[in-house]
């Protein structure tokens, strides 16, 4: 069974003066220990499969469905809590918390006590590269990089399956861009998370295990 | 194309446009219509003030019933201490006029009022004077009483039915009686006689029958002889003289420098004396008084509309010389308007008014107007001047000229400042009774008015800053397209003046067709609210009627509409800048915020994520309590000021104690009136009055203090004027009910055991029935300390004193009262009153409760009254009646209560010939004042729960949507909506909470707060939290892709 499966999925943004279909009728599927990049020119509806699967928002019509079960069928801000985690290419750290209370934040959400959760944290946090000391600092101190390390530490804070990024290198220089590659790379090769990867840089997409073209809301 | 695409714009954003452009609709048009009904009530009270005239007169509180002749030495002795130059400085008083009035004589005047010392008397030529009359004089004795030698006229015998009595003895039924005349030979009653020539006689008398009664002059005439005499004529009913159908005239000394009578030999040979007393008498009969003024419309025979021109003008202020003349005086001299004519000046005596002199001077006198015709005012000048020849008769002191708005405040300074025994009535044509609701109208608008003003202001704030402030995004675009910053505002301004302008232009076009019918309302509301002051002293007097402006002025409207226009550009120009400085980085700088502290591991979920965004919110965090602070001082403040005034007007309806009483027609005098019993017992009964008062006054001497007058029938009416002119003796039922008390509380030495109670309970016996006349023994009484002292009394000592009572046909008759001194009180004025229980004139049960008038009213068939204690229970007229108002609350009430029952009102004569008025000038004063300023307060709460609802709102909403994207991230990491709502909740209330305890700490040290302050800082919380709550509503409520899409 794929991690991810979008069947026939159709999205229509409404507006006052004209409704824009997004996504026209996407299909295609995604496996755990593999990282997939989603590529495609800005307006073809990337973001907008991403947020599908996210569980942002429901379909206008067709399936999404997470390891067999359709999102429109079970309780969506229970699903982003537990069996997604989403990378934005503006990283969307709480400016208030600092590094550490970012990373904890979802596993708070779960329910595990502050002082629990907080060497956890540090782990992650580790783990994607940074050093101890960035544990106590906000993110306004930190580089664009640093940020989205963070961000990813926030997602494997998760405990999920899936990680999604939107643009996680959008912001980021060419060195930067391949630590982050690295980085989710390996939590799929190693680890087995489904990563996906929307982005239009082509040396992501040249790395990335399998590309999916969208062209006009279709997977083209 | 700026201006398009400005305008565009805006257009397009539908929902806010609307929203904006309906909010200042509608305070345009609620403004337009207040301020226009504000302008119409001052434009109103403004036509009042010129059509209204106000003034005050000062009197002193002397006489029952006030003669404007009386020589009073208290009275004038308060003339000399009544300071004019500081009745002048009080506020609202436009001038002060003391009592001016000068006698003159015009040369061809004849006085038709005779009523001067000298109305009766005569220098007269008698002839063909005949045979004398004796004195003779008829008694009733016992038929087995009678002598030999007497005369007797007529038997009767005692019926069964009668009571009768000989020297003080019951004569029993069947005794029969004898009607005795008696002859004096030695005393000449009069002789019939002939006035061949008259000197002087004020009505011309001569040529006439006389009986000429010598009196005490002795004369004995000759026969044939002829006389000039002079004496009083005593009319031809006089009790003194024979009832034969003649005049009588008494030969008495009359002018100290001519002798009574000398023999008459002709015309030229009658001495001098004889003809000055003549002339003398000519001239101070016909006298003619002058009232003088500086603007003599003031006078109160002109304000209150007793007399009013018929020809001419009056004189204008400070036009000495200038002066309106009665209708005969104008006749007789044959005067018209334009005409001076000239007047000699008399002098009156100290002792008499009418006691004139010539006083060696002319005063000439333009004639301005001339009145309509009176025969209540005949011979009379008001003249523009100073007056002079006459110190002070009678009891006004001065006339003050008032501006009508400030009458009343002016009325009641004025009563701080005038010297004891000295009362103010305000007379203002109905003034206060008719601005009165135009007032409260005007004040509610104008509360109306600043609450739109204010809530236009706030609306246009956040107007301008939605519309230009917020706009930063667009202005860097401009920016950075090389958008020419006049380009910028023209793009800006154009949008939002469109909205504004439109908006405050169609709101003042719908106030301008609004208005005339908001005035109309007004005009009746009006009419309505006019009848609150009902039985109010700050209603005496005539009521002169205004017809209500309803003119129709767009001034407010275009106020109102440029007002709106103009603030709001001037708003969006200052947004103009925000907006550009927020689209232009600092150059070669930029600063970054970063919060302070460490990771935390304290609290958990919504109070986690609150706390530490407390915590780390920096300025933001501080936005919120110093806000709160500051609303909630505003809050406190006003709050207290608020309470302050309910506290003082919940005091002032606990514990004022109002009083009311019966006075003239007229509003001035309350005592020496004739108060039927009937009326006292309706008031007693009247919803809303408490204890009622009343009085009785008869006038009372000391035996051997009377003056030596003469036994001559003008000796006996000196000595009857002397006896009536004296101190009363009052019965009564509580102090309070004496003139003597009016004004201040008495203060009362009692002898021990006693105390007021006893004049509303002791019981006189011998009033009751005239068989126990002299069994009561001594009266207990309160006598002034003065009288006392100079008798040598003490407390608990007894004293006899004559008392004196005038019947209605105007025989006078005395009969012995003793008293015993209970009580002491300090004397005010010249005036020894002694007070006694009420029942030496009234039964005890006379005006009890239970009172039942059948038992007292009984009538046979033909309606004749059969009840031997009619004339106690039922015919008993009281000389004064006070009474207390139940509760302050229940003043409407009574109000309603003496209309009901038909009372009648000062100028206004209801079923019910007893005028009353209630003492409340103050109290209405006051509870008006803390009225308007509760209205205000109630108006200022409102205001500050919009103010406070909106800022609230403003600061929770900016404070919430600018962390969309916090919202938006927790949403997106899955977190539960109710851990969403209360992280921002918790965040918003602590920060408002520590705002709130802040004020409510600093201000702590101001005093205790009132539960209402307390009440009002927790209503503000709970509108803030509101606020709170709305706009996490709002936010939660959006679609999560679309919250994602949010820039910062």
């Known amino acids: ?220 | 194309m700026y201006i398009r695409n400005g305008i565009k714009t805006n257009i397009r954003s539908r929902g806010r446009t609307a929203l904006f452009f309906a909010l200042i609709f509608m305070l345009t048009v609620v403004m337009t219509a207040a301020a226009g009904v504000r302008g119409y009530c001052v434009s109103a009270i403004e036509k009042c003030d010129g059509e209204f005239r106000s003034v005050a007169l000062i009197e002193y509180l002397g006489a029952e019933y006030p003669s404007p002749d009386e020589a009073d030495a208290d009275a004038r002795a308060a003339f000399g201490e009544l300071d004019l130059g500081a009745v002048g400085s009080v506020k609202g008083v436009k001038t002060a006029s003391p009592y001016a009035r000068s006698v003159f004589y015009f040369d061809g005047f004849i006085q038709q009022k005779r009523n001067a010392l000298y109305k009766d008397l005569g220098v007269v030529v008698i002839s063909g004077i005949g045979d004398p009359h004796y004195s003779e004089w008829f008694k009733t004795v016992r038929s087995s009483d009678l002598k030999g030698d007497e005369e007797v006229v007529s038997y009767i015998t005692v019926d069964s039915d009668w009571m009768f009595a000989i020297d003080g003895e019951e004569v029993p039924p069947g005794t029969e009686l004898a009607t005795v005349r008696y002859v004096d030979y030695s005393k000449v009653f009069y002789y019939s006689s002939r006035i061949s020539y008259s000197f002087y006689s004020s009505a011309g008398k001569s040529e006439m029958l006389v009986n000429l009664l010598p009196g005490s002059s002795g004369f004995v005439p000759e026969p044939g002889k002829s006389y000039v005499m002079q004496g009083v004529f005593l009319g031809k009913n006089s009790s003194l003289g024979p009832h034969n159908g003649r005049e009588n005239f008494e030969i008495n000394k009359v002018e100290d420098g001519a002798p009574l009578y000398e023999e008459f030999d002709g015309l030229d040979t009658v001495s001098q004396p004889f003809l000055d007393a003549a002339d003398k008498f000519l001239r101070a009969n016909n006298y003619v008084f002058a009232e003088y003024a500086y603007d003599i419309r003031d006078l109160l025979v002109f304000q209150q509309g007793e007399l009013y021109l018929n020809d001419g003008a009056f004189p204008e202020p400070g036009d000495e010389g200038g002066c309106v003349v009665s209708a005969d005086l104008a006749k007789q001299l044959g005067l018209k308007v334009g005409d001076v004519v000239t007047g000699e000046l008399l002098s009156s005596d100290p002792s008499n008014v009418y006691d004139l002199s010539p006083a060696g001077e002319d005063r000439d006198f333009h004639v301005r107007g001339i009145v309509k015709e009176s025969n209540d005012y005949t011979g009379r000048i008001w003249a523009v001047g100073k007056g002079g020849g006459a110190p002070l008769y009678g009891y006004t002191l001065a006339t003050v000229s008032l501006e009508n708005r400030y009458a009343e405040d002016a009325v009641e300074t004025l009563r701080g400042v005038l010297p004891d025994n000295t009362r103010v009535s305000l007379f203002d044509q109905g003034y206060g009774e008719t601005v009165k609701p135009f007032r409260s109208i005007a004040s509610a608008a104008s509360d109306i008015l600043f609450v739109c003003a204010a809530g236009a202001a706030a609306s246009l704030t956040l107007f301008a800053f939605v519309f230009i402030g917020r706009q930063s995004y667009s202005v860097k675009i401009m920016i950075s397209l090389g958008t020419p910053r006049k380009k910028i505002a023209l793009w800006l301004l154009s949008g939002a003046m469109m909205i504004s302008g439109t908006a405050a232009l169609l709101g003042g076009t719908a106030g301008w067709i609004a208005l005339p019918k908001v005035y109309e309302l007004v005009a009746s509301g009006t009419d309505f609210a006019s009848s609150a002051r009902r039985y109010s002293e700050t209603s005496l007097g005539v009521t002169h009627t205004v017809t209500a402006e309803t003119g129709f002025s767009p001034l407010p409207v275009a106020v109102c509409a440029a007002a709106v226009i103009l603030f709001s550009l001037v708003l969006c120009v200052v947004f103009l800048r925000y907006a550009h400085k927020g689209a232009t980085p600092k150059r070669g700088v930029t600063r970054v915020r970063v919060p302070a502290g460490r990771t935390s591991a304290a609290l958990r979920g919504s109070a986690r994520f609150a706390f530490l965004s407390v915590r780390r919110g920096g300025r933001g965090s501080l936005v919120v309590p110093a806000v709160c602070f500051a609303l909630t001082a505003v809050i406190i403040v006003l709050g207290g000021v608020y309470s302050g005034w309910q506290d003082q007007l919940d005091r002032a309806y606990e514990e004022t104690e109002i009083r009311g009483h019966a006075v003239s027609t007229d509003g001035r005098y309350y005592s020496g009136l004739l108060i039927d019993i009937n009326h006292v017992r309706t008031l007693k009964k009247a919803e809303g009055v408490g204890s009622v008062w009343v009085s009785y006054s008869s006038k009372y001497y000391v035996p051997g203090e009377e003056p030596k007058t003469g036994s001559s029938g003008f000796g006996q009416e000196r000595l009857n004027d002397w006896k009536l002119s004296g101190s009363d003796v009052v019965s009564l039922n509580d102090l309070h009910a004496a003139k003597d008390f009016f004004y201040k509380e008495p203060v009362v030495k009692w002898l021990e055991g006693w105390d007021e109670g006893f004049l509303a309970e002791y019981e006189c016996a011998q009033f009751k029935d005239w068989r126990a006349y002299g069994k009561d023994g001594a009266i207990p009484a309160v006598l002034s300390e003065r009288f006392m002292e100079e008798h040598g009394i003490a407390l608990g000592g007894e004293y006899s004193v004559m008392r004196t009572e005038e019947t209605e046909g105007g025989h006078v008759f005395d009969y012995p009262m003793t008293v015993r001194a209970v009580g002491s009180y300090k004397q005010i004025g010249g005036k020894a009153n002694i007070y006694v229980p009420l029942t030496c004139t009234v039964p005890l049960d006379a005006l009890a409760d239970d009172y039942d008038p059948s038992l007292h009213n009984k009538r046979d068939v033909w309606g004749n009254v059969i009840s031997e204690d009619y004339y106690l229970y039922e015919r008993v007229y009281f000389s004064s009646c006070r009474f207390t108002v139940s509760s302050a609350d229940a003043l409407e009430t009574l109000r309603a209560s003496l209309a009901d029952h038909g009372f009648s009102r000062v100028g206004r004569l209801g079923m019910i010939r007893t005028t009353i008025v209630l003492e409340d000038g103050s109290f209405i004063k006051l509870t008006e004042t803390l009225g308007r300023y509760i209205s205000m307060g109630k108006a200022m709460m409102a205001l500050i729960a919009a103010v406070v609802m909106l800022i609230g709102f403003i600061v929770s909403w900016l404070m919430v949507n600018g962390r969309k994207r916090e919202f938006a991230l927790m949403r997106g990491l899955g977190a539960k909506k109710g851990r969403i709502f209360f992280s921002f909740f918790l965040e918003q209330a602590a920060l408002c909470a520590a705002g709130c305890a802040a004020g409510c700490l600093v201000l702590s040290v101001t005093g205790a707060f009132s539960l209402l302050q307390l009440a009002a800082v927790g209503v503000f919380i709970l509108l803030y939290l509101a606020g709170s709550v709305i706009s996490t509503a709002i936010i939660g409520r959006t679609k999560l892709m679309e919250l994602f899409a949010v820039r910062e």
């Open chain 1, 1 to 220: 069974m794929s991690a991810f499966e979008l069947n026939d999925v159709k999205y229509v943004y409404k507006t006052k003066y004209r409704d824009v279909q997004a996504l026209k009728g996407v299909t295609c599927a995604f496996e755990e220990g593999r990282v997939y990049a989603v590529m495609g020119a800005s307006g073809s509806g990337k973001t907008t499969m991403l947020s599908l699967m996210a569980g942002l928002d429901l379909p206008t019509s067709g399936s999404v469905l997470c390891e067999g079960v359709s999102t429109a069928d079970i309780d969506l801000e229970k699903y982003r809590r537990e069996r997604v985690a989403v990378i934005y290419q503006d990283f969307r750290l709480f400016p208030l918390l600092t590094v550490a209370e970012n990373v904890m934040y979802p596993m708070e959400l779960r329910g595990v006590k502050p002082r629990e959760c907080k060497p956890r944290a540090a782990e992650l946090v580790a783990r994607v590269g940074l050093p101890e000391t960035a544990l106590d600092r906000f993110p306004a101190m930190l580089s664009g990089g640093e940020q989205q390390r963070v961000a990813i530490a926030r997602a494997l804070g998760m405990d999920t399956k899936v990680i999604l990024a939107d643009e996680p290198t959008g912001n980021l220089d060419e060195e930067n861009t391949g630590k982050i590659f690295d980085i989710l790379a390996r939590l799929a090769h190693e680890d087995g998370y489904c990563v996906v990867i929307v982005t239009h840089d082509e040396n992501i997409g040249a790395r990335a295990d399998e590309v999916f073209r969208i062209r006009d809301g279709r997977i083209g």
